[in-house]
């Protein structure tokens, strides 16, 4: 009976949507923080390493840094990150204060030439400079991270140690994650045309090593480690001294931790 | 008929497979394309920067000097570059040199004054400090030894490419000679000084 | 660039496309409930337009994709949205909701047209012809029961089909409102904004169209239509500028720390584009003029008025979606800058592309039209039966089709 099968069919496909848009709404109703993927235990060097057991995270020091632009290069030569200016996985700013209640901020090239060389920026140039400092940045690995969130095909995803990192293969480079980030971590690869962004140095840290912009900083004022070491440095800083965040009211939860954090730094 | 039978058929088959995609807790998974191997490719790319203990191997003289003294904080790689590259080379009997920056600018990247910095950090002006005198310019090299930096500055340099003394210890110079050199002349200063030895 | 902006935020990321995007599924949300208002509600003054918004719709919902997967960095992964969707992103939505709306949509085009392809099946030869016995699906006889389901059907599937495109454009409204990283963007009354601006968009392309094209053919239009439309658009228009200006002087009376770069966005970055265009001109001037007309009896003269404050219409919402989506990104995360955008003309992403995309529905819809005229229904009128096989088929070529009578009369008033 051809009105009945027709019935149904249309039956079917309106059950099929109501299915998905109940799990739809399941999905949207989140939980407070992103899930990390399942404990990959595999071979090769990741071999020896457990994902499981590390939860890792970085702390700087906004007093110390001296602008020098080490970390920025270091990141690039390291990570083979296209040096043109839009691509950034970590960079310095640099904060002047003219003491008439007004703040500027530049980051020439993303302190990647340092600041010895560049000119103060315009509006503060002829102004007495009461209050200046240097702070650097990168992705805050956020424990509930809006880019994991918004990413369509699931491309992006927290790894079992707290990195959050791109899947090359699946990103279509939609830039939906890049838009929901609040700190600016993540842009466009130009040639590959896929979300990149800084990863903690996933391949340094998961042999052992420190992220290759903290060994490159000369005053110590980045500094990473294991939380659940106990005795690593940024365990001690967190449990001694008082730590902010970037941006706490978005609620993304960073896991990089600023020590001096001044107001003005949004 | 048939058409209408076939139509329901593909329309209910991929109806269903779309459920079965909804109801998987990581639709990924069911496709095929996990995350699993993704962590691993990124625990797999090159380490580029290799630590100073890296560049002891060959070169033991300059990184234990600079490893004691004020510089030891400063990697190997962040003056000259992602070291990599030179010591897979160099470990096949290669040689590939890393060409270096300027010193002047390697130098003040740093040591430039600025007020942003730390107060407490060693900086000067580096327009005024060092500044060419009678002509001779000079790089922060001519008297900082990088792998050793003193303060102040200790320096046992060749006398290649300093032809006149004077230039740095004459009497309004930055390391003017001390008082019992009063009566001697410049032409005089390399025969008790010779080359390689400084102070 | 001026002030402080992020070094990753020099360049923004979402070009013209991503303009065009929600500026098409609005077209097509906005045709789908004309339409609807008809087949559901029973709005009797909107039946000329019925079946033309409906395929207005579909000529725009098949080019609906292609700015998207124009501006991807990798389109040839697009598919990955059908076939991995992570449901926690709005985006992923596009997939099933753009899926199950284009089929809703064909369903529906097709059952109300599905008489007419009968009879042309059978009245016409050739390629055209062939076209007409494919469409049939092999279904080339409607019964009494056929007509009914058709009938059931059809009200059906258009009032699945409102929610369905509330969701189809307020998805995308969602998409920008749920990013918190964005002061212009973040609001939970976007879906709302970009649903009523939508259907705004729709009436007055509908409005534009029909106009434009009845006079293409020579063929008289029915003001009563148009006057209705205009009416129709009026009401949503001011409810639309109701809730977009309710969240701007939220914003500005709550003045938390992001209304100082949000201020100085809409004042002097984008106020021409936001004041000019988007509220005076698109908004405030066609209500006003819209206003006027309808607090008064119809007349004959009103149809040209009532077009040119739809054309004003479209220009205010295409600047609507502008300023949201350029606007937004010129604003930087660091709060203390912005940074600015003028579209290439060249390029995958420039005004070529954009103008070609935009040109392509129009064409779309005049190949479907010559298939399927929606203002010759030789075979259909509500209530009238396609002719059983053997029964005589009226002559419908030809100016005087009054030998049906009823409604599709356009000369009786």
Same mark, same amino acid.
């Given at each position: 009976?051809?009105?009945s ?15 998905l ?7 949207i ?8 993927a ?27 840094c ?32 003219? /003491?008439?209640?007004?703040?500027? #901020?530049?980051?020439?090239?993303? @302190?990647?030439?340092? *600041?010895? =060389?560049?000119?103060? $920026? %315009? ?32 491309a ?25 980030c ?25 042999? /052992?090593?420190?992220?290759a912009? #903290?060994?490159?900083?000369?005053? @110590?004022a980045?500094? *990473?480690? =294991?939380?659940?070491? $106990? %005795? ?35 | ?23 998987a ?44 003294s ?7 790689d ?12 160099a ?24 007020a ?6 060693p ?13 001779v ?50 032409d005089s ?9 400084g102070? | ?10 360049e ?29 509600f ?51 939505g ?10 809703l ?31 049939t ?17 059809i ?91 309710l ?14 770069v ?87 992403e ?15 819809f ?48």
């Amino acid at each position: 009976m051809p009105i009945s099968r027709r019935r149904f069919v249309k039956l079917g496909a309106h059950a099929a949507f109501g299915g998905l848009l109940v799990y739809t709404l399941r999905g949207i109703v989140l939980p407070q923080s992103t899930p990390r993927a399942a404990d990959a235990e595999g071979n090769s060097a990741y071999d020896q390493y457990r994902p499981g057991d590390h939860d890792w995270a970085f702390v700087i020091d906004t007093m110390k840094c001296i602008g020098c632009g080490r970390c920025a290069r270091a990141c690039k030569q390291e990570n083979n990150v296209p040096w043109e200016p839009q691509c950034n996985r970590t960079w310095v700013e640099r904060y002047s204060f003219t /003491g008439d209640g007004e703040v500027t #901020v530049d980051s020439p090239a993303g @302190g990647i030439n340092g *600041f010895a =060389d560049e000119p103060l $920026p %315009e509006e503060v140039r002829g102004k007495k400079i009461t209050k200046s400092f240097f702070v650097p940045k990168l992705c805050n690995q956020c424990d509930n991270s809006p880019c994991v969130q918004v990413c369509p095909v699931g491309a992006t995803y927290k790894t079992a140690d707290g990195i959050v990192l791109i899947n090359r293969d699946k990103c279509i480079g939609c830039r939906y994650c890049i838009q929901a980030c609040p700190y600016g971590g993540r842009y466009l690869l130009p040639d590959e045309g896929v979300a990149d962004k800084c990863t903690w140095c996933y391949h340094r840290i998961t042999r /052992g090593r420190l992220p290759a912009c #903290v060994e490159a900083c000369p005053v @110590g004022a980045r500094k *990473f480690g =294991d939380l659940r070491d $106990p %005795e690593s440095a940024v365990s001690k800083i967190l449990a001694e001294r008082n730590v902010s965040v970037l941006k706490p009211q978005m609620g993304t939860k960073p896991q990089a931790f600023y020590l001096e954090l001044d107001g003005e730094v949004v | 008929m048939l058409v209408r039978a076939v139509l329901a058929v593909a329309l209910l088959a991929t109806a269903g497979l779309f459920m079965r995609t909804v109801t998987a807790s990581l639709s990924v998974e069911v496709i095929g394309l996990t995350h699993e191997d993704n962590p691993r490719w990124w625990a797999e790319r090159p380490v580029n920067n290799q630590s100073s203990a890296a560049c002891a191997d060959c070169h033991e003289a300059a990184t234990e000097a600079a490893a004691a003294s004020a510089h030891a904080t400063v990697n190997c790689d962040s003056c000259h570059g992602a070291a990599r590259e030179h010591i897979d080379l160099a470990r096949s009997g290669q040689k590939a040199p890393l060409p270096l920056a300027d010193a002047r600018d390697l130098c003040t990247s740093c040591h430039a004054g600025l007020a942003s910095r730390p107060a407490d950090f060693p900086q000067v002006d580096p327009v005024t400090h060092g500044a060419p005198a009678n002509g001779v310019t000079s790089s922060c090299t001519s008297c900082h030894n990088p792998h050793d930096p003193g303060f102040p500055p200790v320096v046992k340099h060749q006398l290649e490419g300093r032809p006149d003394c004077l230039a740095c210890h004459g009497p309004d110079q930055w390391q003017p000679v001390p008082p019992s050199h009063a009566d001697r002349t410049g032409d005089s200063c390399l025969k008790c000084h010779k080359p390689g030895e400084g102070a | 660039m001026d002030g402080y902006v992020f070094p990753n935020e020099v360049e923004i990321q979402w070009s013209l496309l991503i303009v065009l995007y929600p500026f098409i599924t609005g077209l097509v949300a906005g045709a789908f409930v004309v339409s609807s208002l008809y087949h559901v509600f029973n709005i009797k003054s909107l039946k000329p337009v019925a079946s033309f918004s409906l395929l207005m719709a579909l000529s725009f919902m098949l080019v609906a994709p292609l700015p998207l997967l124009a501006h991807l960095g990798r389109p040839e992964r697009g598919i990955l949205i059908f076939l991995t969707p992570n449901f926690t992103s709005a985006m992923s939505g596009f997939g099933y909701i753009w899926m199950f709306y284009l089929i809703l949509l064909l369903t529906e085009t097709w059952l109300v047209f599905r008489p007419d392809i009968i009879h042309y099946a059978r009245t016409t030869g050739g390629f055209k012809g062939l076209v007409y016995r494919t469409l049939t699906l092999g279904m080339a006889e409607m019964s009494e029961e056929d007509h009914q389901f058709r009938e059931k059907a059809i009200k059906v599937l258009a009032a699945v089909g409102i929610p369905a495109a509330a969701l189809l454009h307020g998805y995308v409204g969602f998409l920008f409102g749920a990013i918190k990283a964005n002061p212009w963007w973040s609001t939970p009354l976007m879906p709302v904004i970009f649903l009523l601006s939508a259907i705004v968009s729709g009436i007055a392309l509908l409005i534009v169209m029909y106009v434009v094209v009845m006079k293409l053919l020579g063929r008289p239009v029915d003001h009563d239509c148009i006057s209705s439309l205009g009416k129709w658009l009026l009401a949503f228009l001011v409810i639309d500028l109701v809730i977009e200006g309710l969240e701007i002087l939220s914003m500005a009376y709550e003045s938390e720390d992001s209304w100082e770069v949000v201020s100085e966005l809409i004042v002097q970055r984008i106020p021409v584009s936001y004041f000019g265009i988007q509220l005076l001109l698109g908004s405030l001037i066609p209500m006003v003029i819209l206003g006027a007309l309808a607090a008064q009896a119809r007349r004959e003269g009103a149809s040209p008025v009532i077009f040119a404050a739809a054309l004003l219409v479209l220009v205010g919402v295409f600047a609507m979606r502008w300023n949201v989506v350029i606007g937004g990104q010129m604003i930087s995360k660091s709060m203390r800058g912005f940074t600015s955008y003028t579209p290439p003309l060249g390029g995958r992403e420039g005004v070529l592309a954009a103008s070609v995309l935009l040109m392509l529905p129009f064409y779309i819809f005049s190949v479907i039209v010559s298939f399927v005229p929606p203002w010759e229904r030789p075979a259909v009128d509500e209530g009238e039966r396609s002719p059983e096989p053997g029964e005589a088929v009226p002559a419908w070529e030809g100016a005087d089709s009054g030998a049906r009578g009823g409604a599709w009369d356009w000369e009786r008033r």
